[in-house]
């Protein structure tokens, strides 16, 4: 099981917390969600933890999205965050 | 009405102060890297002109003074000074590794003009050289990444506050309305 870097697991909760805005601005959440799941996301992003990428993923289940992992030639990684409804 | 923000629109290296101070960020940029020049100045202006020519001291109790000498010792202090304001005023935090590189051919230099009644200094003492500032390169490297996070967070926390204060906004005005 491989352990992630703290600023690549920072990367990938901020790019959930963008695909958050983005659902509240289209008008897919509502506002009483939008704050609860910030709240998850920010107690999340204080600790200190080596996890590794499963960890993250149950993350992103329990607020409602898919994360998925593209891996591109000579080992380079792109994550994506998908809407799950 | 509700703005749309972008993703990371500053560089890992660097905390997004506004419009104000990217400008002070780019001259203490261009300060830091002219600070890895100056030490070579004196080479580099030796071709245009001969400055051991021109003396500045010329007098029977001293020792005489080239331009050459002189703008080598006034550049250790200034440079020293361009890196002071440059870490202040937050440059970028990658320009810093031109630094290390300057002062390691500073040093292999003047090593290499101990030497010169022998021509050139013993392979040991090259490698040890190189040794030492490979190994500050790489404390300097571990130790980036704690403020990598710390840019991260700061980022995301001054991103959600506008937020919010954007929703509370909206339904303030929502009330107002409805009075």
Redesign the interface.
Known sequence: MKLI???ER??IL??V??QL?DDL?SGELQ?EE??VK?DEI?LE?RKEINSSFLDLQNIASKIGYILTKKQKAFGLINSYVIARN | M?Q??N??STQQSQINLGKRKTLIQKWATILVLLSCILPFLNNILKNFFDTESVLLLNNPYTKKLDLDTAIFFFSMPISYAFIAIGGLFGAHKKSYYAVFISCYFQVALTTNYLFISKGKAFIYTEICIAILFIIVAVIYFLAQ?YY??LE??I???N??ID??SQ?IRK?TQKNEVDR
Request: aromatic share 14%; hydrophobic share 40%.
């Open positions: 870097d703290s600023s920072l990367k901020f790019l917390s963008d805005w601005i506002e939008y704050t910030i920010r992003m | 509700i749309e923000q993703r990371l990444k990598k996070d991260i967070m980022e995301f926390l991103k959600t937020r919010y929703i339904n």
